[in-house]
Structure formats: structure tokens, C-alpha cells
């Protein structure tokens, strides 16, 4: 257990909608990082957050944003879902900005888009 | 831009038997970071061995080790005693020491224990 939570597990939903993925970080950790992996394909990095404010920005669509709360726990917004959203979504997380923190990944939102 | 190969994408060890994955990588950067990430059938991501390259000696854990070439910049990992649990794509992975947050990865290897 990598102490890195994130809600929910599993999602189907439609083409056209929206859905928010939730990731609540290691206790004590600054950083979340929020990554795409699609079926058979490595990791894509979408996007960062440090103590609440964006810090790096990846390959993330327009149609996707995210947010850290004062509480530390993100969210992924993605919208007008398409079939090739469908991915497993990775949050996860690290101490701070000190370089070559380790990263620590929760367990993925797996979203099918149908 | 850093890169990162890893050019078996599958391998198979008998259970109980010694297993080592390779991974290159291409940086013109002095200091950085390595790292091995195991991807069970589950899809966890989980960390296996972290190494920071200004140290020499290669890290270990339990039945995992490195063996980091810096000058070479390969960074080979061995599973030794082999486990039917160890099955999973292993990612190699490269982090720069001034990036906190871009993670470049590998492509992956597959690893299969064979009973």
C-alpha cells in the first residue's frame, strides 16, 4: 500500500459527459502528479500540483483540469468524454520539491469512456 | 531531451531462478535519478528500487538489485529467486535532478515466471 488513495476504482460513463476522478496523497506529501496510461502504453504525464498551486503541465487536453485543495486531496475534471479517454488515470504523489523525491502512485481510476 | 530504452519488451525465468532486465538511457546531465517501477496484472504502479547517480555502490532491495553503469548509462535490474508474484511489465524510469516532477519512462518488459 503506497498510502496514495484514489476514488473511484472503476468508472463507465458515456461519450459527452464529465467525471471527476479524486486522489487523496500520502499523509504529509506536498506533491500530486497526475498521469494517463491507455491500454498496452506507458505512462503519460498530465499534470502537477505543489501545496495547491500548478507547478508543471504535461500532455493534458484542453477538456481536462485539475485542482489541489487546501486539504492537500486533487481532483481530475475530465470533460466531453470521447472512447479514447478510456485509460487508467494515475494520481500520485511525493514529499515535496526537493529533486529526486520519489514518486509514490496510488492504485489508478480505471474509466471506460463507452 | 533525456530518453529511455528498454528493449526487451517480454522475458521469461523459471521460478527460483535469477532474471535481469535491462534499460539504457541517454542524458548529457551528471546527476539524476533511477528508478524501477513493477506493473502487476492488477495495473498497480509500484516502486522496486530507486538509485541516485552520484552514488556508486548499486542499489539492493531484498531480492532486487541494480547494476548501474553510469558511464555506459545503462541500469540493468536482477531479481534473483525468481517468484511467481514478480510477474508484471517492469518500467525503468529517469528523473532529473532539476525536474521535480517529469518522470521519463521506458517502454516496459514484460516478465513471465514460468512454474
Known amino acids: 500500500d503506497s498510502g496514495v488513495t484514489q476514488t473511484p476504482k472503476h468508472l463507465i460513463t458515456a461519450t459527452g459527459q464529465r467525471v471527476t476522478l479524486r486522489c487523496s496523497p500520502r499523509s504529509g506529501d506536498l506533491s500530486v502528479y497526475w498521469y494517463q496510461q491507455s491500454l498496452d502504453q506507458g505512462l503519460q504525464f498530465l499534470i502537477q500540483y505543489y501545496n495547491g498551486e500548478e507547478r508543471a503541465k504535461g500532455n493534458i487536453l484542453e477538456r481536462f483540469s485539475a485542482q489541489q485543495f487546501p486539504d492537500l486531496h486533487s481532483e481530475l475534471n475530465l470533460s466531453s468524454l470521447e472512447l479514447g479517454d478510456s485509460a487508467l488515470y494515475f494520481c500520485a504523489s511525493s514529499p515535496g520539491l526537493e529533486k529526486g523525491n520519489t514518486i509514490y502512485f496510488g492504485e489508478g481510476s480505471w474509466l471506460t469512456v463507452v | 531531451a533525456q530518453t529511455v530504452t528498454q528493449s526487451q519488451p517480454e522475458m521469461s525465468v523459471q521460478e527460483a531462478e535469477t532474471v535481469t532486465l535491462s534499460c539504457t538511457y541517454d542524458t548529457s546531465e551528471s546527476d539524476y535519478y533511477l528508478f524501477w517501477y513493477k506493473q502487476p496484472p492488477s495495473r498497480q504502479m509500484i516502486l522496486v528500487i530507486r538509485?541516485?547517480?552520484?552514488k556508486q555502490q548499486n542499489a539492493t532491495e531484498n531480492r532486487f538489485s541494480v547494476n548501474f553503469q553510469k558511464a555506459a548509462k545503462s541500469f540493468s535490474l536482477k531479481i534473483s529467486d525468481s517468484q511467481l508474484g514478480d510477474a508484471a511489465m517492469y518500467f525503468c524510469a529517469y528523473r532529473s535532478r532539476d525536474s521535480n516532477y517529469q518522470l521519463i519512462w521506458g517502454a516496459g518488459t514484460k516478465l513471465i515466471i514460468k512454474p
Open positions: 538509485q541516485e547517480a552520484y
